[in-house]
């Protein structure tokens, strides 16, 4: 069997790559032949890459460009004669359709969050949302709540609909937990990692974390990792609430930090927190950071009103909260930090659950 993917790259730095090596690595590994038309080539993946597309939201602005790349597209799909294509980045499914007039081959699309929907309730690519939604055969959906944000505008859409969560990379996590010593700390360890922007919920475990800190402990360091602008209005409001907020230092500002030492943060930690918000047509549609700190064996926090449910099992391998509610969010880390609810071993078990090689059967059951 063959699988034509569209994904933009396979170097795993955002969620869409992430997912897609997640799902061509172990296709590769049972031996399925794998060939990937994206945006741009990562050398170091054994895959057939063939970069020809856009990046996804340049489809999504311009939709006029889908008909200037369709031709090349047609030609590789004729030249590889695969038995499955499966559209691993929602934009990218624009081309559906009108691969489905020249060949009749499977055609599979994994929706993860925002972009299940947004191009719908766009005026510009409603339609050819529309379009694409009817040609594809099956739809991944990687929470069972991205599957009713998109059931409620498309519901006729409910037999094709399936889901599956993202898996996570189980073998070279528990390689990286084993490798990264554990130091002693002098403080409770509390990181969040992702993009520092208002739907992460950055503001809202600041809030908590001042309510905690007034309510129980102050010997605790928030590491939040990812990329920040100091010129970010967001940014500057954050720094004022910390400011303000007798936070500055309990609070540092990571950066984007290598993996490894992403890893030695992760392998250290006591708490894992993102409360992320839906806003409109955005939300998180799964959250695979949730799993990747519970295999380093870390209990984590998370909203209650997106697809951040799935990935996180309540009670479990941490809790899900309100995220505009403070007190119901320290309550959770006192369980966590001061009463130790939450067993290692659980998060350890939970996250091997959702290894990759699993979920992949499950796909290539599909195709």
Request: hydrophobic content about 40%; proline content about 4%.
């Given at each position: 069997m063959k699988v034509l993917y569209f994904v933009h790259h396979l170097f795993g730095k955002d969620g869409w790559s992430v997912n897609a090596l997640n799902t061509i690595e172990p296709m590769v590994s049972m031996g399925r032949q794998c060939v990937a038309i994206v945006n741009e080539v990562n050398p170091a993946i054994p895959v057939v890459q063939i970069a020809i597309l856009r990046k996804p939201l340049r489809y999504l602005r311009y939709p006029f460009l889908i008909f200037l790349d369709l031709f090349k597209i047609l030609k590789i799909i004729k030249?590889?004669?695969?038995?499955?294509?499966?559209?691993?980045v929602e934009p990218y499914a624009f081309f559906s359709y009108f691969i489905k007039l020249f060949f009749n081959c499977?055609?599979?699309l994994t929706v993860c969050g925002t972009y299940a929907v947004l191009p719908y309730n766009q005026l510009r690519t409603k339609l050819l949302s529309i379009l694409y939604y009817r040609s594809i055969d099956f739809i991944i959906s990687i929470s069972g709540y991205t599957a009713s944000r998109l059931l409620k505008i498309l519901p006729k859409l409910k037999d094709k609909v399936i889901v599956i969560p993202a898996g996570i990379n189980w073998a070279d996590l528990k390689s990286a937990a084993a490798a990264t010593?554990?130091?002693?700390?002098?403080?409770?360890?509390?990181?969040?990692?992702?993009?520092?922007?208002?739907?992460?919920?950055?503001?809202?475990?600041?809030?908590?974390?001042s309510l905690y800190k007034n309510t129980y402990h102050s010997n605790f360091i928030f590491s939040i990792i990812g990329q920040y602008d100091r010129h970010q209005k967001y940014w500057q409001e954050l720094n004022a609430y910390i400011t303000a907020n007798g936070?500055?230092?309990?609070?540092?500002?990571?950066?984007?930090l290598p993996e490894s030492q992403k890893n030695e943060k992760l392998k250290n930690a006591d708490l894992f927190i993102m409360l992320s918000r839906v806003d409109g047509d955005h939300f998180e549609g799964y959250g695979l950071v949730y799993l990747e700190a519970n295999a380093f064996g870390v209990p984590v926090i998370g909203p209650n009103d997106s697809g951040t449910t799935q990935p996180i099992k309540d009670g479990y391998s941490g809790y899900v909260v309100t995220p505009s509610d403070p007190r119901q969010v320290v309550e959770k880390i006192d369980l966590i930090l001061n009463k130790h609810s939450i067993n290692a071993q659980n998060c350890l078990l939970w996250a091997e659950a959702h290894d990759r090689r699993k979920i992949s059967q499950q796909i290539f059951a599909l195709y």
């Open positions: 030249k590889e004669k695969p038995d499955v294509i499966h559209f691993l499977k055609q599979v010593k554990q130091t002693p700390q002098t403080a409770i360890s509390i990181v969040f990692t992702g993009q520092i922007k208002e739907r992460k919920g950055v503001l809202e475990a600041l809030q908590a974390l936070l500055t230092n309990n609070v540092e500002f990571c950066g984007l």
